[in-house]
């Protein structure tokens, strides 16, 4: 790796993480039941303008956790995005329920709500709802449906932590919502992840499954099969001191998304992220761009030559319907996702992290001009 090569994200740590740790190993605190386990939980749960939380240890548990609460069976139907990270469709795979995908806004990258609403049966139990690269779904639509229908909604906010949908915190919609604190999240843990709730019900639940459905009454019994997906107070220490700097984060994110928008927005060949709809303003988790059709240069060229000039970029999701892994379960036979597969064939994102310096972005910057030019 050369010298000065800027990676596609790093996150942003300082001296109040490194207090927090060391007044968890001064007070002999490092495992799940540590107090910055709650008072990590509360304030999330506060910031997300929610009733519960429960810490779990990372994304993808969140996500399982949150899906096993609702009990769904056999031929039940959930509707997935074709163009998100696999973990949203992990529960689904792993249960007896069906997978139904959706394509994508070639505009938003999000999924194609008007696709997502003709995609609703009468067999419709649950809709998993991630909200894309910053930016988030137009939910209003797919509440009303939901409320309507009595469908529940998983909302994966992984990547829009701070980020508003109508004044309204994203996070605060689902029936249950989850979130990642991965490392190149606006804030981490390392590993981590969160599920948040208004319903104490389904908050009970998560802390069950969480801990492999222990029973109270005798540790060592169990009547359900649960997860072990603890976090340490290792881990909430970090994201407490996170939290603190959240819009601090914010505002940073979208500090180096609106330089890369005013500098590339006008290039040709390239497609840049819509800076901000009619409900909402990018928050920008990563800064993605798209190879428009009439590009006379392909993605792993550009990626190529990107990486030579000292740039680390990443490829977009690949769709669910190519998933080698997902082939054996034949659920996709019949789907044609075109812009979610021209996304994944097409798509790149560059560097955005939070310690990403001025002169590392203008670097950036330079490459893709010279490329394009």
Not at 336 to 358: C, H, Q, T, W
Request: glycine share 4%; net charge positive.
């Amino acid at each position: 790796m050369k010298k000065n090569f800027i990676p596609v994200n790093e996150p942003l740590l300082d001296n109040e993480e490194k207090k927090y740790l060391i007044k968890c190993i001064n007070d002999n605190q490092i495992s799940s039941s540590g107090s910055f386990v709650k008072e990590f939980e509360k304030k999330f749960a506060k910031t997300c303008n929610r009733k519960y939380a429960v810490a779990v240890s990372n994304g993808t548990s969140a996500l399982q956790i949150a899906y096993d609460c609702f009990k769904l069976k056999k031929n039940d139907e959930v509707i997935v995005p074709a163009f998100t990270i696999i973990s949203c469709i992990l529960p689904v795979a792993r249960s007896e329920a069906k997978p139904i995908l959706v394509d994508s806004n070639i505009k938003t990258w999000n999924v194609d709500v008007e696709k997502l609403l003709c995609s609703i049966s009468n067999n419709t139990k649950a809709i998993i709802l991630p909200h894309t690269y910053g930016l988030p779904v137009d939910l209003d639509p797919i509440l009303k449906v939901c409320k309507k229908k009595n469908i529940i909604l998983i909302e994966d906010a992984a990547e829009v932590l701070g980020l508003n949908y109508k004044n309204k915190p994203c996070g605060s919609f689902g029936d249950i919502s989850t979130f990642s604190f991965f490392a190149n999240k606006h804030i981490t843990t390392g590993e981590g992840g969160m599920i948040v709730t208004d319903n104490y019900k389904l908050y009970q639940k998560c802390l069950s499954l969480r801990n492999l459905c222990f029973n109270n009454a005798r540790r060592f019994k169990h009547y359900e099969l649960g997860w072990n997906s603890r976090i340490t107070n290792l881990q909430c220490a970090v994201g407490l001191a996170q939290l603190k700097k959240l819009k601090k984060f914010v505002f940073l994110k979208r500090k180096i998304g609106n330089t890369y928008y005013n500098s590339l927005s006008n290039l040709k060949y390239l497609q840049n992220p819509l800076i901000k709809t009619n409900y909402a303003e990018n928050i920008f988790w990563v800064y993605g761009l798209l190879l428009k059709e009439n590009s006379k240069i392909k993605l792993e060229t550009f990626r190529k030559k990107l990486f030579e000039k000292g740039v680390d970029t990443r490829n977009f999701f690949w769709p669910m319907n190519k998933q080698p892994v997902l082939k054996k379960y034949r659920y996709f036979k019949k789907f044609k996702l075109d812009v979610a597969e021209y996304l994944s064939n097409n798509g790149f994102y560059i560097p955005s992290g939070l310690a990403l310096s001025s002169n590392q972005q203008k670097h950036v910057i330079r490459s893709i001009k010279e490329i394009i030019d």
